[in-house]
């Protein structure tokens, strides 16, 4: 990955989220507070704009800038929830202009574990590591077997996508959602949705 994938998979994510604000809106108005799609709009139009501004030598600079900047503007959950993760990937890529499939394998997972670090959910507690997990772990087992960028990039959107698909059958231990309690089975989380939609974005802008 380069720093022009690296750009487009950020402003691809951007008008992904953008998009989707209203469903991503829709999920948080029935379990959380209605603002996602708001949230995640702002932040990563603030995104784009930060990375169209700025001028980059390595992919990892791109995430690092990406991650800071969801951080100072978006003010729910997911702002510093998301720039942490993507501050992560940022700092765990090598320097230069070129990262191996490998590399962003380890990334994905560091930045899995930022989430988890700052949100403290597990696995099944119905929130982003939900999706961004399962994507982490099918990007890396994609590469181990010898795949290429774009059909590691594929089977984590695949896996990502079913991930937050399955939240919706799960109770939520984290976030807002949590203070409903079993109220909030039936209804896909709102930000494994979201998670889901980057991984999406990565694939298609690798070829997929
Ligand atoms: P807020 O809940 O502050 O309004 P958002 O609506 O933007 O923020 O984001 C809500 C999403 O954030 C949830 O759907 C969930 O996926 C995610 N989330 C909330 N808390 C956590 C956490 N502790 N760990 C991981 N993800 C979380
Ligand atoms: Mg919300
Ligand atoms: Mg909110």
Do not use: C
Not at 50 to 78: C, D, P, Q, R, Y
Not at 83 to 95: E, I, M, Q, V
Not at 114 to 131: F, M, N, Q, S, Y
Not at 157 to 172: D, I, N, Y
Request: aromatic share 4%.
């Amino acid at each position: 990955m380069e720093v022009d994938l690296a750009i487009g998979w950020m402003r691809a994510t951007a008008d992904a989220v953008a998009a989707a604000s209203d469903e991503l809106t829709r999920l948080d108005a029935a379990i959380g507070d209605g603002d996602h799609g708001v949230n995640l709009t702002r932040g990563f139009t603030a995104v784009a704009a930060a990375l169209e501004a700025g001028s980059f030598t390595s992919a990892g600079e791109v995430f690092v800038k990406a991650g800071s900047t969801l951080i100072s503007k978006v003010g729910g959950a997911s702002g510093p929830l998301y720039g942490s993760a993507l501050r992560s990937l940022g700092k765990a890529l090598p320097p230069g202009p070129t990262v191996t499939p490998a590399d962003l394998a380890a990334g994905l997972h560091a930045g899995l574990e930022a989430v988890r670090k700052l949100g403290g959910a597990e696995p099944g507690d119905k929130t982003i590591v939900d999706a961004w997990k399962p994507a982490a772990d099918a990007f890396e087992a994609a590469v181990a077997a010898g795949g290429d960028l774009t059909a590691a990039a594929g089977e984590a959107a695949v896996a990502a996508r079913e991930g937050a698909r399955a939240t919706a059958g799960l109770l939520a231990r984290k976030g807002r959602a949590s203070y409903l309690g079993e109220r909030s089975v039936g209804h896909q989380d709102p930000g494994a949705t979201s998670a889901a939609l980057l991984f999406r974005a990565l694939s298609e802008q690798t070829g997929n």
